[in-house]
């Protein structure tokens, strides 16, 4: 594929026109990069869906805080592994170009990846008193 690539390698990188800049990237080499959004493509068989409402949750999100986490792909297909609902939630803002991480991984690897990715997130406890004294903060 010889979509045209940007690379991020410093916090004053600019995203191409028609993205949204976000997040920053190390100093240590290639991080992400923009890609234009069709030239990267969704795991077909990815068991977890995101519905309207939760894409529409990933748009706020992302009109708040801007493109906090690059999508990860495989080098070898462009293959996405983590960040479906950002690629949806992208598709849905017609961007042009979004943040992708390109990792070097097997299908099989990358698969995995993407079943961890969502189950380990799914582990995590909540504070339920540190979650009201935050949200208490917040809407102060």
């Not at 190390?26 to 519905?51: F, L, M, Q, R, T």
Request: proline share 5%; net charge negative.
């Amino acid at each position: 594929n010889g979509a045209a690539v940007r690379s991020v390698d410093s916090p004053s990188a600019d995203a191409p026109q028609g993205a949204e800049q976000g997040g920053t990237a190390p100093d240590e080499g290639k991080a992400a990069e923009w890609v234009p959004i069709d030239s990267i493509h969704p795991w077909k068989d990815n068991p977890y869906g995101h519905d309207a409402e939760q894409v529409t949750d990933i748009v706020r999100s992302m009109k708040r805080f801007g493109w906090t986490e690059p999508i990860i792909c495989r080098k070898e297909n462009r293959e996405i592994a983590a960040g479906h609902g950002r690629y949806l939630a992208a598709k849905r803002k017609r961007m042009t170009h979004v943040l992708v991480r390109f990792v070097d991984l097997t299908e099989s690897e990358a698969h995995a990846y993407a079943l961890a990715d969502n189950e380990i997130a799914k582990g995590a406890q909540r504070d339920d008193e540190a979650m009201m004294r935050i949200l208490h903060e917040l809407n102060d």
